[in-house]
């Protein structure tokens, strides 16, 4: 540093001066590399602003990007919904007609079932109809006779007819005549037979013995029943006499 003429110089001052002028050197620097706290927000905004800047679509509001994105959530989810809703119907619907389908062929083989088993009850009455008839066609035909003596002296020939028994009717009706009158249910209570406990009944007043003895399969077991008392007596008297017409008294 130059001498100043007239200037004396203290070290001391000179030292301390140029440690200040350092010191102000260095705060002054330090001043113009940090901005001051309304600079910085200034700083800090203006970059806030370009970055967002730079994150927005040109010509488009930062602040209208959220809305248009939840609105078009929105419309998906609905759309969505609209698919699932016709997608569930569909569904019902194949459902409704696969178990329409299923009742139809159940009430096809229903009815097919039925149809099978009438045709077949109709073909069995027809068979069981055939046989009858082949039954009736091949037995020959049977005789009415009426309930009377009448009735039943010519009932109790044709059964002795197909046993070879003789009889004409007269002279079983002659007999029948002098041993009950006609009546299917007398009884003989006073003569030898009843008294040994065995009386003597029916149309042609046979014993218990005797009509056993001499019964015809075909006949009622019935010992009063007047066909059977009649074949079973004009059997006996066909074995004892020849034939009944050879009876004239108590035999």
Known sequence: MPRIPGYVRNPKFTRISAAGISAVGAAALAMTLIPSSADAGDTSQSAAKKVSASSTPSGAPHSEAHPKNAEQGTLDADVQRADDAVAAQKSAVAKQKAVAAERHEAQQAAAAKKAAAEKKARQERAAKAKQAASRAADRPAVKSYPDNLDGWIREARDIMAKHNIPGSYD??????????????????????????????????????????????????????????????????????YGSMDNVDSAY
């Open 171 to 240: 002279g079983i009706k002659r007999n029948i005549m002098r041993e009950s009158g006609g009546d299917p249910n007398a009884q003989n209570n006073w003569d030898i037979n009843a008294q040994n406990g065995t009386p003597s009944k029916g149309l042609l007043q046979t014993i218990k013995p005797t009509f056993d003895a001499y019964h015809v399969d075909g006949t009622s077991t019935n010992m009063t029943d007047p066909v059977a008392n009649i074949v079973a007596a004009c059997n006996y008297a066909a074995d004892r």
